[in-house]
């Protein structure tokens, strides 16, 4: 990959003049503010549209000093961060005093991440000096699909005033990953053990090979305490109505929908129906899968039909992050439209 050494400095002054400046990472695209900067954390939200409560992660460069931003940071933490960092894998910790609480929603936990991405790396590298932190939701608006291009950037931001807007976006092409990074939560690590918030590409066979054990899931207990991804259970939503469909019922829904006179998009995997604007072929190994499932999600969702249709996926653990997304993606619609799939 090329990287713009002088893209990136004009990048790293905006971040240090307290501008947001959205950066490709090897997950998604994020919306980057410095960490430090109280005005910038408030106009991240703003931009985004995004509820107060609902925290940010840190971005840190790889080397970064830790205990900075964290505390009581339990050993099983530095085991993680020495397989996965740079990676796609963040951490929540027990926040230090000095970092902002507007950050973490009002909680006294904070996530870190150091991603590997070469443009992302050599931001935070320089951004100063290495020692700062840049807090980066990913850079679309509140529930709406995650970007994996510079494009899909502008696309979500392009309509805003210049008072309330990104400043700067680094161009790095598609990102490598496709889906958010996993995140797993520490900060009552001796109470509750690892508990994972939000499956990602890393997974949770990984993460045991680490822990000896696998993380918890996160229950309903755990969810009066803490606001993290796993409170929304409609997130990631394309403005088509979307649902699952299993390959068995695939036919017998797709005529169902066309004596309706619905216009359909179908994202298929092994199906095997044949390809036309309205139906995608998505690749059968979840790496490649995921690297391609926002993207489809957006442009099917340009194209104004009726109705997304998704082939479900296997359960494996490697098809976790996706089916999470997926879950996610179609919940408000597949309450609504379960009936038709009884078709
Ligand atoms: O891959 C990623 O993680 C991307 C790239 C840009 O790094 N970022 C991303 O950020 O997905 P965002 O804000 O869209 O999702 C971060 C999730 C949120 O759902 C938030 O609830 C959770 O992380 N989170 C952040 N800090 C937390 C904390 N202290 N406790 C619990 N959950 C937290
Ligand atoms: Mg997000």
């Given amino acids: 990959m090329i990287i713009d050494l002088a893209k990136i400095i004009v990048a790293v002054r905006k971040l240090e003049e307290g501008k947001l400046v959205a950066f490709p990472t090897e ?3 994020g919306l980057g503010g410095d960490a430090e900067n109280t005005l910038a954390i408030t106009q991240i939200y703003a931009v985004k549209k995004r509820p107060i409560n609902h925290p940010l992660i840190i971005h840190i460069a790889p080397g970064a000093d830790i205990n900075f931003w964290a505390i009581d940071i339990p050993q099983q933490a530095y085991v993680l961060m020495a397989k996965f960092w740079p990676g796609a894998l963040t951490l929540i910790l027990k ?3 000095r970092v902002s609480s507007i950050i973490s929603g009002g909680q ?6 150091c991603p590997s991405h070469p443009i992302a790396q050599t931001l935070l590298r320089l951004f100063k000096g290495g020692k700062g932190g840049v807090v980066a939701p990913s850079a679309n608006k509140f529930g709406y699909i995650s970007p994996t291009t510079a494009q899909h950037v502008r696309d979500e931001f392009s309509n805003m005033s210049s008072l309330n807007s990104v400043d700067y976006i680094l161009d ?5 990953i496709g889906i ?3 995140i797993l939560d520490l900060s009552r690590f001796t109470t509750h053990g690892a508990i994972l918030l939000r499956p990602g590409q890393i997974t949770i066979d ?3 090979s680490v822990l000896g054990e696998l993380p918890q899931k996160l229950h309903n207990k755990l969810f009066m305490s803490s606001r ?3 409170m929304y259970e409609s997130h990631y939503t394309p403005h088509t109505p979307i649902i ?3 390959i068995d019922k695939l036919l017998n829904v797709l005529m169902y929908l066309a004596k309706c006179n619905f216009v359909v998009t179908l994202i298929q995997r092994l199906a095997g129906l044949p390809l036309s604007d309205k139906i995608v072929t998505l690749p059968v190994q979840a790496e490649q899968y995921a690297h391609n499932l926002y993207a489809t999600l957006r442009s099917l969702d340009q194209k104004k039909a009726d109705i997304i249709l998704v082939e479900a996926l296997p359960e494996t653990f490697e098809w976790q992050g996706i089916n999470d997304r997926l879950r996610r993606a179609t919940f408000s619609s597949t309450k609504i439209l379960s009936s038709l799939l009884i078709a």
């Fill in 95 to 97: 926040r230090a005093s």
């Fill in 108 to 113: 006294d936990s904070v996530g870190l991440r």
């Fill in 206 to 208: 990984q993460i045991a």
């Fill in 27 to 29: 997950t998604v695209y």
């Fill in 228 to 230: 993290t991804s796993g």
């Fill in 244 to 246: 699952q469909v299993t």
């Fill in 172 to 176: 790095g092409g598609q990102c490598p």
């Fill in 180 to 182: 958010e990074s996993t």
